[in-house]
């Protein structure tokens, strides 16, 4: 339908569904560009946060990755699982930190929070989701298995489960 207003018509706004951001650690304000994180070190530049380091005196502001990782607050959950868990754990892990390595050169706020032995299992928590994600299919993809992802429409989060 034409979105134009017609001569002495107001604009109709209704249908401009605007999207909604649930994620509690997006800066709810415009960051000064440099700010730096005090924390990793990571620079917001130029709108997006980088591993350039801000100049001295920048302000600084902690990342929303290190927030996360502060408040032990993941944005991905990948749960690993199966008899293959046992046989092949160090490679396993060896493909996790590489693909959080890969991941994290080129975007400071994608990282592995913990990866954690649990009952039956791993637990790999990430401060993003898109990350949680790479891995899961990273692992499918070498190792096959059955991978179930599930994203929370309310928030930004996913929950993944590889098994094999």
Not at 10 to 20: A, C, E, G, K, S
Not at 133 to 149: F, N, P, T, V
């Amino acid at each position: 339908m034409n979105e134009r207003a017609r001569p002495g018509q107001p604009r109709r706004r209704d249908r401009l569904v605007q999207p909604h951001d649930h994620d509690p650690y997006r800066p709810k304000g415009k960051l000064s560009d440099p700010t730096g994180c005090p924390t990793c070190g990571a620079a917001f530049r130029e709108g997006r946060w980088t591993w350039r380091t801000a100049p001295a005196g920048s302000p600084e502001a902690v990342c929303p990755a290190c927030r996360r990782i502060q408040d032990d607050y993941p944005a991905g959950y990948l749960r690993l699982e199966g008899d293959f868990l046992g046989e092949h754990e160090a490679d396993l892990r060896g493909l996790i930190e590489h693909v959080e390595e890969r991941e994290r050169r080129e975007h400071p706020l994608k990282r592995v929070m913990a990866i954690r032995e649990e009952e039956g299992g791993l637990l790999v928590t990430t401060t993003d989701a898109q990350l949680a994600h790479a891995i899961a299919s990273a692992l499918h993809k070498a190792y096959r298995g059955d991978l179930e992802s599930r994203w929370a429409d309310d928030e930004n989060l996913l929950r993944a489960t590889w098994r094999r």
